[in-house]
Protein backbone atom coordinates (compact mmCIF):
# COMPACT_ATOMS: atom_id res chain seq x y z
CA UNK A 1 0.00 0.00 0.00
CA UNK A 2 1.41 3.46 -1.13
CA UNK A 3 1.76 6.55 1.05
CA UNK A 4 -1.68 8.56 0.08
CA UNK A 5 -3.84 5.23 0.55
CA UNK A 6 -2.39 5.37 4.07
CA UNK A 7 -3.47 8.53 4.70
CA UNK A 8 -7.16 9.75 6.61
CA UNK A 9 -9.57 9.85 3.50
CA UNK A 10 -10.51 13.55 4.06
CA UNK A 11 -6.36 13.78 2.77
CA UNK A 12 -6.52 11.43 0.52
CA UNK A 13 -9.40 13.29 -1.50
CA UNK A 14 -7.40 16.65 -1.17
CA UNK A 15 -4.15 15.39 -2.37
CA UNK A 16 -5.91 13.83 -5.33
CA UNK A 17 -8.14 16.46 -6.15
CA UNK A 18 -8.21 19.81 -3.97
CA UNK A 19 -4.36 20.04 -4.29
CA UNK A 20 -3.22 23.68 -3.81
CA UNK A 21 0.61 24.66 -2.59
CA UNK A 22 1.62 27.90 -0.92
CA UNK A 23 5.41 28.96 -1.14
CA UNK A 24 6.66 28.86 2.42
CA UNK A 25 9.63 31.44 3.30
CA UNK A 26 11.26 28.45 4.91
CA UNK A 27 15.40 29.51 4.69
CA UNK A 28 16.27 25.90 6.19
CA UNK A 29 18.26 26.05 8.96
CA UNK A 30 16.46 26.02 11.97
CA UNK A 31 13.84 27.79 11.22
CA UNK A 32 10.72 25.77 12.00
CA UNK A 33 8.51 25.06 8.18
CA UNK A 34 5.86 27.25 7.60
CA UNK A 35 2.95 27.69 5.21
CA UNK A 36 1.67 24.19 5.30
CA UNK A 37 -1.47 22.92 6.02
CA UNK A 38 -3.18 20.04 8.03
CA UNK A 39 -3.07 17.40 4.87
CA UNK A 40 0.54 18.30 4.19
CA UNK A 41 1.85 17.56 7.81
CA UNK A 42 -0.05 14.49 8.03
CA UNK A 43 1.64 13.10 5.06
CA UNK A 44 4.62 14.38 6.81
CA UNK A 45 4.13 12.31 9.44
CA UNK A 46 3.25 9.03 7.28
CA UNK A 47 6.14 9.19 5.56
CA UNK A 48 8.89 9.82 8.33
CA UNK A 49 6.76 7.10 10.37
CA UNK A 50 7.72 4.64 7.28
CA UNK A 51 11.36 5.84 7.13
CA UNK A 52 11.72 5.42 10.55
CA UNK A 53 9.99 2.58 11.23
CA UNK A 54 8.11 4.66 14.53
CA UNK A 55 4.91 6.19 14.94
CA UNK A 56 5.10 9.41 14.03
CA UNK A 57 1.74 11.86 14.65
CA UNK A 58 1.08 15.05 15.50
CA UNK A 59 0.62 16.33 19.35
CA UNK A 60 -3.00 15.64 20.35
CA UNK A 61 -4.51 18.87 22.06
CA UNK A 62 -3.92 17.27 25.51
CA UNK A 63 0.00 16.24 24.26
CA UNK A 64 0.19 19.92 23.50
CA UNK A 65 -0.83 21.66 26.68
CA UNK A 66 0.66 18.96 28.82
CA UNK A 67 4.67 19.51 27.30
CA UNK A 68 3.60 23.02 27.74
CA UNK A 69 2.53 23.19 31.52
CA UNK A 70 3.45 19.39 32.63
CA UNK A 71 2.00 19.47 36.26
CA UNK A 72 1.37 22.55 37.15
CA UNK A 73 -0.95 25.64 36.03
CA UNK A 74 1.39 28.14 34.11
CA UNK A 75 0.41 30.59 30.74
CA UNK A 76 3.51 30.27 28.73
CA UNK A 77 6.15 27.35 28.85
CA UNK A 78 8.55 29.70 31.19
CA UNK A 79 6.15 30.52 34.20
CA UNK A 80 2.65 32.80 34.21
CA UNK A 81 4.01 36.05 32.95
CA UNK A 82 4.66 36.72 29.40
CA UNK A 83 7.92 38.10 28.08
CA UNK A 84 8.90 39.11 24.88
CA UNK A 85 12.88 37.72 25.20
CA UNK A 86 11.13 34.34 25.48
CA UNK A 87 9.33 34.15 22.06
CA UNK A 88 8.55 35.45 18.67
CA UNK A 89 5.56 36.91 18.69
CA UNK A 90 4.62 40.25 16.91
CA UNK A 91 6.10 41.93 20.05
CA UNK A 92 9.74 40.64 19.13
CA UNK A 93 9.56 42.72 16.20
CA UNK A 94 11.18 40.24 13.41
CA UNK A 95 8.23 39.88 11.18
CA UNK A 96 9.43 36.38 9.93
CA UNK A 97 10.47 33.07 11.96
CA UNK A 98 13.40 32.56 13.66
CA UNK A 99 15.54 29.65 14.83
CA UNK A 100 14.28 27.16 17.07
CA UNK A 101 17.34 27.63 18.83
CA UNK A 102 16.85 31.87 18.86
CA UNK A 103 14.98 31.56 22.72
CA UNK A 104 16.67 29.00 24.96
CA UNK A 105 15.30 30.71 28.13
CA UNK A 106 11.18 30.21 26.87
CA UNK A 107 11.58 26.66 26.93
CA UNK A 108 8.89 24.45 28.56
CA UNK A 109 9.80 22.56 32.21
CA UNK A 110 10.75 19.39 29.98
CA UNK A 111 13.27 20.98 27.66
CA UNK A 112 11.09 21.62 24.79
CA UNK A 113 11.56 24.73 22.51
CA UNK A 114 9.61 27.32 20.73
CA UNK A 115 6.22 26.21 22.39
CA UNK A 116 5.03 29.79 22.35
CA UNK A 117 5.42 31.96 18.68
CA UNK A 118 6.95 31.48 15.90
CA UNK A 119 4.71 29.18 14.32
CA UNK A 120 0.68 28.14 14.88
CA UNK A 121 1.34 24.21 15.09
CA UNK A 122 -1.07 21.80 13.76
CA UNK A 123 -2.75 18.92 16.41
CA UNK A 124 -4.80 15.84 15.55
CA UNK A 125 -7.32 17.33 17.65
CA UNK A 126 -10.43 18.16 15.54
CA UNK A 127 -13.19 21.25 16.34
CA UNK A 128 -16.76 19.95 16.33
CA UNK A 129 -19.78 22.47 15.56
CA UNK A 130 -22.37 22.82 17.55
CA UNK A 131 -23.74 19.88 15.37
CA UNK A 132 -20.85 17.93 15.98
CA UNK A 133 -19.81 18.01 12.31
CA UNK A 134 -16.24 18.28 12.21
CA UNK A 135 -15.01 22.04 11.14
CA UNK A 136 -11.00 21.61 11.46
CA UNK A 137 -8.31 20.92 13.42
CA UNK A 138 -6.98 22.87 16.11
CA UNK A 139 -3.67 24.90 15.99
CA UNK A 140 -1.81 26.28 18.88
CA UNK A 141 1.26 28.39 20.08
CA UNK A 142 0.49 31.53 18.21
CA UNK A 143 3.17 32.45 15.41
CA UNK A 144 4.88 35.32 15.08
CA UNK A 145 2.31 37.65 13.62
CA UNK A 146 0.48 36.99 16.68
CA UNK A 147 -0.05 38.86 19.92
CA UNK A 148 0.96 37.66 23.36
CA UNK A 149 -2.60 36.33 24.45
CA UNK A 150 -2.10 33.77 21.61
CA UNK A 151 0.80 32.46 22.83
CA UNK A 152 -0.73 31.07 25.67
CA UNK A 153 -0.54 27.84 26.86
CA UNK A 154 -4.13 26.81 26.23
CA UNK A 155 -5.02 29.40 23.60
CA UNK A 156 -6.63 28.10 20.23
CA UNK A 157 -7.73 28.17 17.32
CA UNK A 158 -8.74 25.58 14.67
CA UNK A 159 -8.91 26.21 10.89
CA UNK A 160 -9.76 23.78 8.06
CA UNK A 161 -7.36 21.36 7.07
CA UNK A 162 -6.52 23.15 3.56
CA UNK A 163 -5.35 26.49 5.70
CA UNK A 164 -2.08 27.47 4.54
CA UNK A 165 -0.10 30.77 6.80
CA UNK A 166 3.23 31.84 6.37
CA UNK A 167 2.69 31.56 10.27
CA UNK A 168 1.53 28.11 10.49
CA UNK A 169 3.77 25.16 10.69
CA UNK A 170 3.44 21.92 12.75
CA UNK A 171 5.13 19.67 15.56
CA UNK A 172 5.88 16.15 15.74
CA UNK A 173 5.48 13.37 18.29
CA UNK A 174 7.23 9.98 18.48
CA UNK A 175 5.89 6.88 20.08
CA UNK A 176 9.00 5.42 21.40
Known amino acids: MGLWEQLPPSSQRWFR ?16 RESVNWHEAIAFCYWLSGKLDLSITLPTKEQRIWVVQGEGQIDYPWGMEFDSTRCNTREAYFDRTTSVTKYPLGASRHG ?61 CAEL
Not at 133 to 152: D, I, K, N, P, Y
Open 17 to 32: HIRSYQNPSFTGGWCP
Open 112 to 172: VMDLSGNVWEWSLTEHKNYNGETEGCLVFGGGWRSRRRHARATFLRWHPPEYHAPDVGFRI
